[in-house]
Nanobody
Framework: QVQLVESGGGLVQAGGSLRLSCAASARTFSIYAMGWFRQAPGKEREFVAAINLSGRNTVYADSVKGRFTISRDSAKNTVDLQMNSLKPEDTAVYYC????????????????WGQGTQVTVSS
């Protein structure tokens, strides 16, 4: 199975920034669209951002537009999520996922998932 490893989570104050990274094999990185989802306590998993194979097309949840940026780093075989102006409501476990499809908001179309990394934003 494809192995995805997230890193970069942590505890920050509101208004701060974090950069999450999802590492994959070169082969996996080259053939899958990538996305980020998150799940807060007591809530369902929700879409955050996605990027296609070329990196030229991205899609974001309305709640993070203008604050988060998803990107692909071919040199490191990673997909990154730069999170700025963090809010307490961004607190969640963030999951990296890979899909053999176009960049999509639909969790059911993602084939593989990472273990998750905790992001906590304090007031």
């Amino acid at each position: 199975q494809v192995q995805l490893v997230e890193s970069g989570g942590g505890l920050v104050q509101a208004g701060g920034s974090l950069r999450l990274s999802c590492a994959a094999s070169a082969r996996t990185f080259s053939i899958y669209a990538m996305g980020w989802f998150r799940q807060a306590p007591g809530k369902e998993r929700e879409f955050v951002a996605a990027i296609n194979l070329s990196g030229r097309n991205t899609v974001y949840a309305d709640s993070v537009k203008g604050r988060f940026t998803i990107s692909r780093d071919s040199a490191k075989n990673t997909v990154d999520l730069q999170m700025n102006s963090l809010k307490p409501e961004d607190t969640a476990v963030y999951y990296c996922a890979a899909a053999r499809s176009r960049a999509t908001t639909s969790w059911s179309l993602y084939n593989y998932w990472g273990q998750g990394t905790q992001v906590t934003v304090s007031s």
